[in-house]
């Protein structure tokens, strides 16, 4: 099994705290497929404001989860990918369905598989569940450009 830690992920994405939103990965075949983990905090700074009565993760945070695990995955399969003047952009969602909160507490598994990449133009479909619990599916679609200058 291949695993990236923390230091690895952080050399890879551009993203830092608050908005780090991979803890580790556990597996991981390049050109196929990566599962990740993101440990659910109750100190983590969503939770103040969604929602006070019952802390619940924003799904919009688990589909940005799963975007970052699909980066990682592109970056270990395409190695040429990564570079100073260059970012890796989430493009766009399709199918998502929420079928459970993620509360804290939990462990999201997150789980992307290559569907096609072509040119600079990925398409992932995405799976995050807590304890074999599907809780977020979703096709994403990402796209590797050059900075502006």
Not at 71 to 91: E, I, M, V
Request: some cysteine; hydrophobic content about 40%.
């Amino acid at each position: 099994m291949n695993t990236i830690d923390i230091h690895e992920i952080q050399r890879l994405l551009p993203h830092r705290y608050p908005f780090l939103l991979i803890d580790r990965v556990i597996d991981f075949t390049p050109g196929e497929h990566l599962v990740g983990i993101k440990n659910i905090s109750y100190n983590e700074p969503q939770f103040t404001g969604h929602f006070p009565k019952r802390v619940i993760m924003p799904g919009v945070l688990i589909l940005e989860s799963l975007a970052q695990a699909t980066g990682l995955l592109a970056f270990k399969t395409a190695t040429d990918l990564h570079s100073d003047n260059a970012l890796y952009y989430l493009a766009g969602i399709d199918n998502a369905r929420f079928k459970k909160p993620v509360e804290p507490g939990d462990q999201l598994k997150l789980e992307v598989t290559i569907v096609t990449s072509k040119r600079n133009f990925w398409k992932f479909k995405g799976v995050a569940s807590v304890d074999g619990d599907v809780v977020v599916s979703a096709d994403i679609l990402c796209v590797h450009q050059e900075m502006p200058k």
